[in-house]
């Protein structure tokens, strides 16, 4: 090896860890006492925590205990060989994942082959170059880092779409459409049990205020399929615009909390405001601040915790249209 230049990578700061310990550990393993001291004074100067090992089981068994960064691994050791500890380490799931760069004095073609066969990660020949094996040492340290990197950044996406897809199908449950049903097949036709006692009755028309269209869209389609007209708005303006160009046209609206114009109790005062007997069900999330006892002090007649069943919206809509009797009237009037 070459000490004049043991030196020269001491700077390096690749020798940190990620994981908060610090420096990153070198196991040796080798027979030679003059070798693995040798070794341990370059690395050590490095930067690096070294721990030593005189043949294969021990430094299997150290590698068990605390697994290193990185392991330099003799080929030739009594007890156990460097291809014996290296075939244990790549069937031991903890381990198999550690780097190792095996260094002996063989350098038949043979020799080569069997190591990476075996699952060496790299291999230098004895007497190695000091600044060569310090590099090699750091870019394999750097690989599993990365790695680890990607996998950890995999894995949160994978939490992440996890999450995003239970969520999903719980909205889009909670918002599911009878199948067959629509304009050509309406709910009332085939609507088993007590649904048909929350259909729609001639005429009745709603308006849905959300800012998220796809919500405002899930919504229209379910209550069609309740006969219900409906007619929808993403804007809060526009549908106060609209109803104050129409305030009969409505026979309730429904609006969500959350809204960057104006939110959902902002709309209603403003809605009571220009016609006081208009029903209105507001829908919000469980994190939002607006209590049930404050949206009945404005005047809004229900209240409904997010993700809505569809059937717990219809009875809702309809338990506040029959309750209504200014609602009724306005529906004669359409």
């Known amino acids: 090896m070459n000490a004049s230049n043991m030196t020269t990578q001491t700077e390096h700061s690749d020798v940190t860890r990620t994981d908060g310990l610090n420096p990153s550990t070198v196991l040796i393993v080798d027979d030679s006492e003059n070798h693995r001291s040798m070794l341990r004074l370059f690395l050590e100067t490095a930067g690096y925590r070294v721990k030593c090992a005189e043949n294969g089981a021990r430094g299997y068994e150290m590698a068990r205990s605390l697994p290193p960064d990185l392991i330099l691994l003799d080929v030739m050791m009594p007890v156990m060989d460097g291809h014996g500890m290296l075939e244990q380490l790549r069937a031991d799931r903890r381990l198999a994942h550690i780097p190792v760069i095996m260094l002996t004095v063989e350098s038949g073609g043979s020799d080569v082959l ?91 028309h709603i308006l849905i205020v959300d800012d998220d269209e796809a919500i405002v869209n899930m919504q229209k389609q379910i209550l069609e399929c309740f006969n219900y007209s409906i007619t929808s708005r993403t804007s809060s303006l526009e549908a106060l615009e609209d109803f104050r160009t129409q305030p009969d046209k409505y026979h309730l609206v429904i609006t969500d909390m959350v809204m960057p114009e104006k939110t959902g109790d902002q709309l209603a005062k403003d809605l009571l405001a220009i016609r006081p007997d208009i029903p209105i069900i507001l829908c919000t999330g469980w994190s939002e601040s607006l209590t049930e006892k404050h949206a009945r002090a404005i005047g809004i007649r229900s209240y409904l915790k997010k993700p809505v069943t569809r059937l717990d919206l219809a009875r809702t809509i309809r338990k506040v249209l029959d309750g209504n009797e200014s609602g009724k009237s306005a529906g004669m009037a359409t």
């Open 114 to 204: 069997k190591a990476f066969d075996a699952g060496t990660n790299d291999y230098m020949k004895k007497p190695a170059d000091i600044d060569e094996l310090l590099a090699r040492i750091r870019m394999w340290i750097g690989i599993v880092r990365h790695r680890y990197r990607l996998e950890s950044k995999i894995q949160r996406l994978r939490d992440q779409n996890a999450f995003l897809t239970t969520e999903i199908t719980r909205h889009f449950d909670a918002f599911a459409v009878p199948a067959g049903a629509g304009k050509s097949s309406p709910v009332k036709a085939a609507a088993p049990g007590n649904e048909a006692k929350i259909m729609a009755r001639p005429g009745e």
